[in-house]
């Protein structure tokens, strides 16, 4: 057993998430992470909603409510969100809570102390016509180093590499299409350059990590900068330094703290379990943390984030940049095993955009359609390593063709005949089992360690294609031994023995299954006369701030409880009733209908 740190990245709270979102962090951790824990590990899965940055601010004063009122809106709709689709966080807490602001405070006192964070006079944007500070990301521009006409203040979608909005060719604001004046203003920034031969060293002993973010993350070391972490807004943490802590017009920006998230939320989830220490286990780089492995999840556009600022973060609050230094009271630190990055997923052929209405809300998506038809499309057909496409169509066919047709099928028509015959899990004839029966119950068995394997190694697509080879492969062996021409009552022995084989691939298969579809998986440990959870679920709980801040939400569970990645014998004798359908079959008319809401 190993420590595994399942680290999930943050989703804004400015509105509801939508499939696209959930299709790269979503639901790709919580596979692994289910997988994880069947399989004996013991995991920890974190993140919460980034409620921090001009954006929140910007929003909330369009909407005429405080910033906070604007998280806390959103921060319990995507909980709900989360929870609705069974994605199995130990917390999933926000950035505004005072256990976070004193860990981010912390990093970066760290880093001050051992020379990693630098003050600098630099110039910012502020708007003509209001005189507050404009974002980064709501500054638009051609950029200058690959002529992208709609390159942002912070990063160049196209390109990928990092920019300031006053290198931006012709920038204006996103906010109201004004060009923006530069004015001086001090900062603190993170100096970069100092960190990058760690990072480089770093990078190179990374293994197994998906060829287009380690090639993606090397690049960006070719021309490290130094990078502002601090901004003229008044809704964030407050920076931790004499003459800075009151200010307040100056905060740490967003994206510092959010990745400290990480960190703050496993402290968090450890000072709730009332062994406030425990979060060591997975995050201390001495003692008893050396040995656990850590798992980043996000879409593309945040590798950068992942792969160099945050170990640059780490390693220099550790003390292992060029200007050295002391690890800070919280020791040193983990610095992430993989990163795992999705592509984009688009909806019929154009990008998300809520703006356009180019989108489909999570929870509108699971109104109308059931949580493990969405994640066995994200897991068998999403963008785990090249943009991929969602349209109506096949998202229906792959409901129908495969998860009705398929694997539901195997299990009604299995648990039917079984039920209707013999009332109970049959027994084995004592004359054996033949050569066909041996082969199927193989296969089966072999699919622990082959899917296992390849959900480990994130390769979901391939893994959840190996469960349903076993799937394809029991159907075609009901169809060959077909019981139900066994009428007789000699021919009863063996109409059993086919159903036993047959009930007790369908409970391997069910958990080679569980961590795509925990759902269903569950209903169908019931339907095969099992008791109990097997697969755990998250829960929303109310709790105070454990220093005094305003309640919340958070979603965690009990996931020490469930079954075990193993193949489970079935029990001669167990009752079994007649099924009811795991999966509905969808009509085709909701294709036109769907297209019909896109189009408005």
Known sequence: ??????????????????????????????????????????????????????????????EGVTPRELADRYNRV????????????????RTT?????????????????????????????????????????????????????????????????????IDLIDPKSKINGETPEFVETEHFFLDLPALADALRQWLDNREGWRPNVLRFSRNLLDDLQPRAITRDLEWGVPIPLDDWRDRPDKRIYVWFDAVIGYLSASIEWARRTGDPEAWRKWWSADGEGKDARSYYFMGKDNIVFHSVIWPALLG???????????????????????????????????????????????????????????????????PESNDTDFTWAEFLRRNNDELVAGWGNLVNRSVSMAAKNFGAVPPVDPAGLTEADQALLDTAKAGFATVGDLIARHRQKQAIGEAMKVVAEANKYLSEQAPWKLKGEDDKPRMGTILHVALQVVSDANTLLTPFL???????????????????????????????????????????????????????????????????????????????????
């Open 1 to 62: 057993m190993s420590h595994v740190l399942a680290a999930v990245a943050w989703p804004y709270a400015n509105g509801p998430r939508h499939i696209g979102h959930v299709s790269g962090f979503g639901v790709p951790s919580d596979v692994f992470a289910r997988y994880m824990r069947m399989a004996g590990h013991d995991v920890l899965m974190v993140s919460g909603t980034d409620e921090h940055g001009t954006p929140i601010q910007v929003q909330a004063d369009a």
């Open 78 to 93: 995507i909980a709900e969100d989360l929870r609705a689709l069974g994605l199995s966080y130990d917390l999933f807490t």
């Open 97 to 165: 809570t005072r256990n976070h602001y004193a860990v981010v405070q912390e990093l970066f006192t760290g880093l001050y102390r051992n020379g990693y964070i630098v003050p600098k006079v630099t110039t910012g944007a502020i708007s003509p016509s209001t005189g507050r500070t404009l974002p980064d990301r709501y500054i638009e521009g051609t950029c200058p180093i690959c002529g992208y006409d709609s390159a942002r203040g912070d990063q160049c979608d196209n390109c990928g590499n990092q920019l300031d909005p």
């Open 518 to 600: 925990p759902h269903s998986a569950q209903k169908i440990h019931e339907l095969l006369g099992g008791t109990g959870t097997h697969a755990p679920m998250p829960v929303i709980e109310e709790v105070d701030d454990l220093d005094g801040g305003p309640s919340y939400p958070v979603l965690t569970g009990d996931y020490t409880v469930g079954a075990r990645w193993e193949s489970v014998p079935l029990e001669v004798g167990r009752p079994l009733a007649a099924p009811k359908p795991v999966f509905r079959k969808l009509d085709p008319s909701i294709v036109e209908e769907e297209l019909a809401r896109l189009a408005g």
């Open 316 to 382: 220099g609050y550790s003390g292992e940049g060029a200007r050295d230094g002391e690890p800070g009271e919280l020791g040193r630190l983990n610095l992430p095993t993989e990163v795992v990055s999705s592509e984009y997923l688009t909806m019929e052929g154009r990008k998300f955009s809520s703006s356009r209405k180019v989108v489909i809300y999570v929870r509108d998506f699971l109104e109308r359609y059931d949580a493990d038809a969405l994640r066995y499309f994200i897991a068998v057909a999403g």
